[in-house]
């Protein structure tokens, strides 16, 4: 079955401790992002990629890292200068450059991460 | 600035009756529009689109509107069912591979 894996799907850190969120994906799409979803504030573009080893800033970027080693594969980095890292992280990923038609993303199940 | 818009966080509707969901955006950029559903603690699944060349798309008992002039999109479900109950998202984007924006979302509750 094609899809998208996050892990882990619960995650507790400490204050001032990095943490690295998984996102595998195996429909051999070209694009991936990470989103973050807070009450009241629907989904917020942290970073997307459209290609390996290349990736842009989304809306809210700032305390975030990630990579596109991988076309599978795109981890996104809370560091400690996230300020308020606590939510729910969705990653997802498209097919890419379309001749035509939306750019329709297929989600993961996301990941929530809780700093204590 | 919120460049899409839902206005309404909540709606509560009657099963059997037609639910209106709406959306405002600001980008005049944008050519294509996403209705995305979501339950708690899951990723949002994509429900129906719609390109800017189109004022309607429809799909079983969901049909997507757009007012290209008022900047203006609902999506319509008829007949509502319990199992529609979820949060809805409206999100766009300004080409066919463009990041794609979303809105805050509904939270739509249809009653037995």
């Known amino acids: 079955d094609g899809g998208i894996t996050q892990s882990p799907k619960y995650l507790f850190r400490k204050e001032g401790q990095n943490v690295t969120l998984s996102c595998e994906q195996n429909?051999?799409?070209?694009?991936m992002y990470w989103y973050r979803q807070d009450p009241g504030q629907g989904l917020r573009l942290i970073y997307y990629s459209q290609i390996v080893n290349d990736f842009q800033k989304g809306d809210i970027a700032e305390g975030y890292s990630v990579s596109r080693e991988k076309k599978e594969s795109f981890p996104l980095t809370v560091t400690s200068a996230q300020k308020n890292p606590t939510a729910f992280y969705l990653c997802?990923?498209?097919?890419?450059?379309?001749?035509?038609?939306?750019?329709?993303?297929?989600f993961g199940a996301g990941s929530r991460l809780t700093v204590l | 600035d919120q460049q899409v818009k839902q206005n309404s966080p909540s709606l509560s509707v009657q099963e059997g009756r037609i639910s209106i969901l709406n959306c405002d955006y600001t980008?005049?950029?944008?050519?294509?529009f996403l209705w995305y559903k979501k339950y708690p603690a899951e990723g949002p699944t994509f429900l129906i689109s719609i390109s800017s060349i189109k004022d309607k798309n429809e799909d079983g008992r969901f049909t997507v509107f757009l007012n290209k002039s008022a900047k203006h999109l609902s999506l319509h479900i008829v007949p509502s069912q319990p199992g529609d109950s979820a949060v809805y998202f409206c999100?766009?984007?300004?080409?066919?591979?463009?990041?794609?924006?979303f809105g805050p979302g509904t939270s739509l509750s249809v009653i037995p």
């Open positions: 980008n005049s950029m944008f050519d294509y």
């Open positions: 999100a766009a984007s300004e080409t066919s591979y463009d990041k794609v924006i």
């Open positions: 429909l051999n799409h070209d694009a």
């Open positions: 997802a990923s498209s097919p890419g450059y379309k001749l035509s038609g939306a750019n329709v993303l297929t």
